[in-house]
C-alpha cells in the first residue's frame, strides 16, 4: 500500500521535474501546443490582437495608399483585421512560425531556469520579469498580411511579451523547483525501496508479494491517469472564466500532462514485468512447466543472462529522453531488483529440476505435442472403428464357465483390441481396462 502511493506521487514530481525543468521537454510540448488546431486559434488571435494594440495599422496604410484613396485606410484597416484574424491560423501553421514559436519558449525557458537556479542575473528580486517573446511572430504576421515588413522596427519593445514570472515570485518559484528536484528523485527511490524490502521480507509465498507489488504499480499508473483527467476538469473550470478560451485551456492541459501519462504508462509496463515475475515463481503448473524449460539456461549459462540484464539496462538507461541522477539511480534501482528475481528463479528452478537438460525439456514438449494430438483425435477415430457395446453382467445369475467357443471369441476380441491400441485409438489405461473386462467375461459382443 506504502509502495502504491509512493508511486503514485513520484509519477506527479517527475512530470514535474521534467516539464518544468527540461528545456528540451518544455520545447517539445511548446511544439506539439502550437500544432493543435484550437491552440493555434488562440495564438493567432493573440497575435493579431497585439499588431493592432501596438501600432497604427491604419496610419501605415493610409501611408501607403495614393492620393484620394487614402480616405479607405481605416475601412481597409477594418477589412485587414478580419482577415488577419483569418489568416493567422494559416500563418502560424508554416515551418517558418513554428520554428519562431519554438525559439521563443527555449530562449524564455532557458533564461527562467537561469533564474530559478540562480545561475544568472536576469531577473533580480528587485526587479524585472521573465517574459515569451512573441514579437517575431507579431511581425511574421503583418509581413505575410500584407502590412508590411519594416513593421519591426515600430513595434514597441513590449509587444507580444507574455509574462511568466515576476520579481516578486522569484523566491517562491525558486523554492518550488528545489522541492520538486528533491521529491522526483526522493520518491522514486523510496518506491522502488518499499517493493524491495517487502520482497525481501517475505521468505515464505515470496512470489504472492510480488505479484501484489506488481499490482500495486499498475494500480498507481491508472489512478495517475484517472487524476489527471479529474484535475484538468477542475484546473481548466478554475482558471478560465471565458468560454471562448476554455477549448484552448482544455487542449493545452491535455498536451501539457501528455508527458505524466507517458510516465504512469511506464510505471504500468514495470507493474505488469513484476506480476509476470510473480507467476514465474508461483507454483502454478504453467509456471513449473516454464521453469522447467528455463532451469538448463539459468543452470549452465547464468553469466550470459545476467550480461543480457545488464546490457537491457545500459541501452534502456542510454536511450531515456532524460538522463540525469534520478533516472540513473532509479535504473539502478530496478537493475538490482531484476537481479535479485534471476538469483531467486535459478535457485528455485535448481531446486525443482537438479538433473533438467534440453533433451528433457524437449523430449517432454514433443511427448506432450504428440498426446495432444492424439487426444484431439481420439473421438474422431473412436466414432469410425466403433468398439463393441460391452454388457455389464447381471449380479443376480449365476456365474458360470464360459464354453470353447467363448474362449476363442474372447481371444478375438483381445487381439482386436491390441490392433485399436497400436493404432492409437485406445490409450493404455484404456486398454487395460478393456482387457479386464474381456477376461473376466462380463463382456460380450453385440
Not at 489568416?87 to 530562449?107: F, H, I, M, P, Y
Not at 549459462?301 to 532509479?330: D, E, K, M
Amino acid at each position: 500500500m506504502a509502495g502504491s502511493l509512493l508511486a503514485f506521487l513520484s509519477v506527479f514530481a517527475i512530470w514535474s521535474e521534467r516539464q518544468a525543468l527540461n528545456t528540451d521537454d518544455w520545447v517539445t510540448t511548446s511544439g506539439h501546443l502550437i500544432q493543435n488546431e484550437t491552440i493555434r486559434e488562440a495564438v493567432g488571435n493573440y497575435l493579431v490582437d497585439q499588431l493592432y494594440e501596438n501600432v497604427d495599422v491604419e496610419k501605415e496604410l493610409s501611408e501607403k495608399l495614393p492620393g484620394d484613396t487614402k480616405e479607405l485606410a481605416g475601412p481597409i484597416s477594418g477589412g485587414l483585421r478580419q482577415v488577419a484574424g483569418d489568416g493567422a491560423n494559416q500563418v502560424l501553421k508554416s515551418s517558418t512560425a513554428q520554428e519562431l514559436w519554438k525559439d521563443a519558449n527555449r530562449t524564455t525557458h532557458e533564461q527562467l531556469l537561469e533564474v530559478l537556479e540562480e545561475k544568472g542575473n536576469t531577473v533580480s528580486t528587485e526587479e524585472g520579469k521573465v517574459s515569451l517573446n512573441l514579437g517575431s511572430l507579431v511581425t511574421n504576421l503583418a509581413s505575410q498580411v500584407g502590412i508590411g515588413a519594416k513593421l519591426a522596427e515600430k513595434l514597441p519593445p513590449d509587444a507580444g511579451q507574455i509574462t511568466i514570472l515576476r520579481s516578486d515570485q522569484l523566491k517562491t518559484a525558486q523554492n518550488v523547483v528545489v522541492a520538486v528536484k528533491g521529491l522526483a528523485l526522493l520518491l522514486s527511490l523510496l518506491t522502488f525501496l518499499a517493493f524491495g524490502l517487502a520482497i525481501y521480507l517475505s521468505r515464505e509465498g515470496r512470489w504472492v508479494t510480488v505479484l501484489f507489488c506488481g499490482i500495486g504499480l499498475i494500480a498507481a499508473g491508472f489512478a495517475v491517469i484517472v487524476a489527471r483527467e479529474v484535475a484538468g476538469g477542475i484546473v481548466v473550470g478554475q482558471l478560465v472564466e471565458e468560454d471562448s478560451v476554455k477549448p484552448a485551456a482544455e487542449a493545452a492541459w491535455s498536451i501539457g500532462t501528455s508527458l505524466m501519462t507517458s510516465i504512469a504508462t511506464t510505471v504500468i509496463v514495470v507493474g505488469v514485468l513484476f506480476g509476470i515475475a510473480g507467476w514465474l515463481a508461483s507454483p502454478t503448473e504453467s509456471a513449473r512447466a516454464t521453469r522447467r524449460l528455463m532451469a538448463p539456461v539459468l543452470r549452465a549459462h547464468a553469466a550470459y543472462v545476467y550480461a543480457g540484464l545488464a546490457i537491457i539496462v545500459c541501452l534502456y538507461f542510454l536511450s531515456a529522453p532524460v538522463q540525469n541522477l534520478r533516472s540513473f539511480l532509479t535504473t539502478l534501482v530496478i537493475a538490482g531488483l531484476a537481479a535479485f528475481g534471476i538469483h531467486e528463479l535459478r535457485k528455485q528452478a535448481a531446486e525443482e529440476f537438479p538433473n533438467s537438460d534440453y533433451g528433457e525439456v524437449f523430449g517432454r514438449t514433443k511427448d506432450r505435442v504428440v498426446e495432444a494430438v492424439k487426444d484431439a483425435n481420439l473421438g474422431e477415430r473412436a466414432s469410425k472403428l466403433r468398439l463393441p457395446e460391452m454388457r455389464k453382467p447381471d449380479s443376480e445369475a449365476p456365474t458360470a464357465a464360459p464354453p470353447a467357443d467363448d474362449e476363442e471369441n474372447r481371444l478375438a476380441r483381445l487381439e482386436r483390441l491390441a490392433t485399436l491400441h497400436e493404432k492409437g485409438v485406445l490409450t493404455d489405461e484404456e486398454l487395460a481396462s478393456e482387457k479386464r473386462r474381456v477376461l473376466s467375461g462380463s463382456g460380450k459382443e453385440s
